[in-house]
């Protein structure tokens, strides 16, 4: 008999982490955790099944399609935005058809076992761009529908993910005459820049903030790639977590979207450098921008407009900018370096 599981890719990845820790504390849940890495140790849980493997991998995905009955996907392997510009093509196939392979899979799983998946797909404030400095000040707090013209291939590839979700739930195979719902309930986040206390970001243009704290909390210098006020919204690791299981857990008679921003708390380079130095009074912090990876966060907006998850699903974040830092980051950053 196979056991209904939660598929989640990419998953040692910080949302990944942060997932698999809040599911691995339920007995509810079956865990199958894919990632090119084998799951870290340190969240390996006794339902969890760990496969090491490609999303692009056609073999990979028959052998999950074989093994698990699977009705909820978190489909969180994605190549950042930093790096997706050294690699745009890579990045495509990755973030494009990489994400297509998981709709087709949750497509056939719903037909085999006849009931709904439920698609979460983290995407991002990079699917806006705003064209200058003064066009961003003047936009505030962007909504969803607002700038949608990022200038980055990993912005670019988020959009269309989120337009290829809503294709599947809403409008797949609308001209057959044997037209039947493709069983994909897709649901995406625009999440602001994440930082967490126990993994660092890799290839992404945000990560600024976590090298920050995580420098500081090693007692190393930093010398932060964006200018002081370089300024884009940020959300605690526990936030995000919450956020996507809010948003799995909502009712889809509720939700007039498919895709919904999130927002926590709006910071300058400069602000997130006096928050670490309140709880790091040691921390050795100066800026060295790099123009080009600055006018990717430029491009970005300030901040979010995210009353569309509130009125939906009741989103309220629970820590603002001074909270996340004194008693998220800090404290649980002291704590892992000590244990290493
Ligand atoms: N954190 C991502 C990046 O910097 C943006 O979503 O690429």
Known sequence: MRKPVILITGANGEIGHGLIEHFGKQD??????????????????????????????????????????IHVIYHLAAMLSTRSEYAPDIAHNVNVNGTLNLIKLAHEQARWHGTPVRFLFPSSIAAYGLPDLATKADAGRVSENEWNIPSTMYGCNKLYCEQLGRYYSMHFRQLAADRTPSGVDFRALR?????????????????????????????????????????????????????????????????KQRTYNVGSFS????????????????ADITFAPDRARNAIVDSWPADVDDSAASRDWGWKPDYDARRAFEEYLAPTIADFYKGQ
């Not at 894919?34 to 995905?61: C, E, H, K």
């Not at 992404?204 to 976590?210: E, K, L, N, V």
């Not at 884009?232 to 509720?254: G, V």
Request: hydrophobic share 45%; glycine share 4%.
């Open 267 to 282: 910071v300058s380079a400069g602000e997130i450098r006096q928050l670490v130095m309140r709880a790091f009074p040691k």
């Open 28 to 69: 509810r849940h079956d865990i199958v955790a894919l990632d090119l890495r084998p799951v870290d140790p340190r969240i390996a849980s006794t339902n969890l099944t760990s496969i090491q493997g490609d999303i692009l991998d056609d073999n990979v995905m028959q052998r999950i399609v074989s093994e698990f009955e």
């Open 191 to 255: 999440f602001p820049g994440l930082i967490s206390a126990v993994t660092l970001p890799a290839g992404g243009t945000s990560d600024y903030a976590s090298e920050m704290v995580h420098a500081a909390a090693q007692g190393q210098p930093y010398a932060c790639f964006v200018s002081e006020s370089s300024r884009i919204p940020f959300m605690a690791m526990p936030d995000a977590i919450k956020a996507l299981l809010m948003l799995a857990e909502a009712d889809e008679s509720l939700l």
